[in-house]
């Protein structure tokens, strides 16, 4: 089919394959969103690779989280919740913080944000958020929340996520 035809499927629906091979050319940075779940204080978090800065007046933040994740309902039933910039040697995180249960900070090192959410060891920034508005988006919840504390963490490059793969940045120079 040449470029700039249509890929739908018989229903006039999109291919959900072709969807995520054209999306998949746009890298994104991953984060892990971390918090202490408020009915056990133990440490929980997910992963995402769909986060981005919204506003800067005031500071919000955004990132979108699957409406099947076991690990939201946790995290978002705490006051303060913190985002961790991950590093390109990170991808093991990543993977912990997206499986599906059992402990997800096995064998991770973390200290306290000021908002007392873990900040995973090596993580190149932190970002403590409150959350202040969820958005039904098909079948992701869009969450805004507002930045009330953030910094520098560790030093290197980000972990990205491109065509189905994670990878570093190659500095220019």
């Not at 929980?44 to 099947?68: I, M, Q, R, W, Y």
């Not at 961790?84 to 499986?99: F, G, K, P, R, T």
Request: with cysteine.
């Amino acid at each position: 089919m040449p470029n700039g035809q249509s890929h739908e499927s018989g229903n006039g629906q999109l291919d959900s394959r072709r969807f995520r091979s054209v999306l998949g050319r746009f890298a994104t940075g991953v984060v892990a969103i971390t918090a202490l779940d408020p009915t056990n204080g133990e440490p929980c978090g997910l992963a995402a690779n769909s986060f981005t800065s919204v506003s800067l007046d005031p500071p919000l933040v955004a990132f979108c989280v699957a409406h099947t994740s076991t690990s939201w309902p946790k995290v978002r039933g705490a006051k303060v919740i913190t985002v961790n910039v991950l590093a390109e040697h990170q991808q093991h995180v990543c993977a912990q913080l997206a499986s599906r249960g059992g402990d997800k900070f096995a064998g991770l090192r973390w200290t306290g944000s000021p908002g007392g959410n873990p900040v995973i060891e090596g993580a190149l920034a932190w970002i403590d958020c409150a959350i202040e508005a969820e958005h039904m988006a098909g079948d992701h919840m869009i969450v805004v929340a507002r930045v009330l504390q953030l910094d520098t963490h560790a030093d290197g490059g980000p972990l990205l996520f491109f065509r189905g793969g994670y990878g570093g940045f190659v500095e220019p120079g």
